[in-house]
């Protein structure tokens, strides 16, 4: 098994962490439970002095067709598949597009824009050396049920590629930050937005020493320059401690913390 050094304060999507030691797996046989998947680190915040982290070798990053299905590695980037998809005139991942993140995090957390959702289309995932079915993920809004590692998976073969629908995906993106962020920070609560929630108690555009809430939405969480983990730590329980003072609403993240 490799090991190498990564420092997230340029790897991250936020720009936020330390150098840290990362296994790089190549081998089914090689995973642990222990281990902590970072991928490409878009949707996450890495403390200081965590443990176990990992990501998949390049054994993992791949595409092929199985005939009624697509088998994409576990550690395929988004962009790759959206780029099959679109080239071979497949459908239901046209959102893909317009988000970061590799195969394994965009299902662990069902990753979607609006209605258009990874569980859609996913047929099955294989976790702890099992091929297990989409109904037993238990894939929700931005989240799902099971433990472990997403190695690979297959995906139905929808005809027809719809750029109408990679073009709404593409309008949403417009109101998104430029300054290093991880995404949405809040997921949204039943009936409502967390960003709505937030701008409500006046964190629209808000900063906290070296981060803030971005001006152009109130759910990015962004990093103003050499951020520490602490700091966005700080900046996120202060949000959830006025939103729920205010509406009694307990907002939950969408971002992962690794600690």
Not at 61 to 74: H, R, T, W
Request: with cysteine; hydrophobic share 40%.
């Amino acid at each position: 098994m490799l090991e190498k050094i990564i420092d997230f304060s340029s790897y991250s999507s936020v720009k936020i962490g330390t150098p840290l030691k990362v296994s790089v797996l190549e081998n089914d046989n090689e995973i642990s439970k222990e281990h902590q998947i970072i991928g490409l680190a878009n949707n996450l915040l890495i403390a200081p002095r965590v443990k176990n982290l990992a990501l998949l070798g390049k054994n993992y990053d791949y595409i092929c067709d199985k005939g009624e299905m697509i088998e994409v590695g576990g550690a395929t980037n988004a962009a790759k598949i959206f780029g099959y998809f679109r080239a071979n005139n497949l459908g239901g991942l046209e959102f893909l597009g317009q988000l970061p993140g590799t195969l394994g995090a965009l299902i662990k957390m069902n990753a979607g824009m609006k209605e258009f959702e990874i569980k859609n289309i996913l047929e099955s995932a294989y976790i702890n050396n099992e091929w297990l079915e989409n109904k037993n993920l238990g894939l929700s809004y931005r989240g799902s049920a099971f433990n472990g590692i997403v190695l690979r998976a297959r995906f139905k073969k929808v005809p027809n590629f719809r750029e109408e629908v990679f073009k709404a995906c593409k309008s949403m993106r417009k109101s998104h930050p430029k300054l290093p962020n991880f995404g949405s920070c809040f997921k949204n609560p039943p009936n409502d937005y967390a960003g709505r929630l937030l701008e409500s108690v006046g964190l629209k555009g808000y900063c906290l020493k070296r981060v803030g809430f971005a001006k152009e939405h109130a759910n990015f969480l962004v990093n103003l320059g050499g951020a520490e983990f602490e700091e966005a730590l700080e900046l996120i329980e202060l949000a959830k401690a006025r939103v729920w003072q205010e509406w009694g609403i307990c907002l939950e993240e969408e971002v992962k913390i690794l600690r």
